[in-house]
């Protein structure tokens, strides 16, 4: 069971939002959603969640066709970066009215994170803060309990204490229930901990899809004297380059070959660092 892309195609008049793209998520894990700003992110959510359509390709969910499916799209549940509720209404009455719509949502649950969040529930939603707004929307995102969950940019205007509770919250919630979840966001580093797996976007075009460990341990950095280091990297696949001086630090996809490399050394890269270099990579630079 999951929700899938196949050869799906959007665009925006003369742009490619997204270019023939085939992808799946499913399995009770969290995916990181990662590229750039204007890689395709958000338009892959809202093809998913049918708020546009493709232009060509098809989206199932559990195998079920989603576009105007209102069953399938039951089981999807969007955090977005806006609130959508009347002015009017109150955090409490908002609750209230997602428990109305969503039948899993549980509203015990979702008052006791408003309590560790200290999110005031009798306040108006217009009248949040921008982090209070984001808390109040991963709140219902946490608490809907949808089989696949989305979270664009969840902890916008967050301070550092307030995202530490929510990847806590999150991980507390992916160990209790099957719940997939699609985690697009900048703050990759901090989200790595979370991340299962790993579907990296650049230009509507998917680049890597494939196990957040298997990804972490694709490339690697190489630094030393400028002339050591261009002997290392010849017949080697370099994402990229920099230099600082007489030295220089490469990023290599692979596995690192330490015969011969006096005066070199070599360090491991984390996800957020092989994002890095793959991006640098098709932006050409060097």
């Not at 929307?137 to 995202?163: K, M, S, W």
């Not at 630094?223 to 490469?250: E, F, I, M």
């Not at 360090?267 to 957020?272: A, E, P």
Request: some cysteine; hydrophobic content about 40%; aromatic content about 8%.
């Amino acid at each position: 069971m999951a929700i899938e892309l196949r050869g799906v195609t959007k665009r925006y008049g003369a742009t490619t939002a997204l270019d023939n793209v085939s992808v799946k998520f499913g399995g009770g894990i969290v995916y990181g959603l990662l590229g750039a700003n204007g890689a395709g992110k958000t338009t892959m959510m809202n093809l998913i969640t049918n708020r546009i359509w493709a232009d060509e390709g098809e989206i199932t969910i559990d195998g079920e066709s989603a576009p105007g499916n209102d069953r399938a799209l039951g089981k999807v549940y969007m955090m977005a970066e806006a609130n959508l509720f009347p002015d009017s209404m109150k955090v409490d009455g908002a609750l209230k009215l997602t428990r109305s719509f969503y039948p899993t949502f549980d509203m015990d649950y979702a008052m006791s994170v408003a309590e560790k969040f200290a999110l005031p529930t009798k306040k108006k939603v217009k009248a949040l803060s921008t982090g209070y707004a984001s808390i109040f929307r991963l709140t219902l995102a946490l608490a809907v309990n949808c089989p696949y969950v989305i979270f664009d940019e969840p902890v916008l205007g967050l301070d550092a204490q307030h995202r530490d509770l929510f990847y806590r919250l999150l991980m507390e919630k992916c160990a209790e229930c099957e719940q997939t979840v699609i985690l697009s966001t900048h703050l990759i580093q901090e989200a790595a901990k979370l991340i299962n797996h790993a579907v990296i976007i650049k230009n509507g075009k998917i680049l890597r899809d494939s196990d957040a460990d298997e990804l972490s341990g694709a490339a690697y950095q190489v630094s030393g004297p400028a002339a050591a280091v261009d002997g290392y990297l010849r017949g080697r696949h370099v994402l990229s380059v920099n230099s600082l001086g007489g030295l220089k630090t490469a990023c290599v996809e692979g596995v690192p070959d330490e015969r011969g490399s006096e005066g070199l050394e070599f360090s491991n890269m984390d996800l957020q660092d092989y994002f890095i270099g793959l991006m640098n990579e098709q932006e050409g630079v060097k």
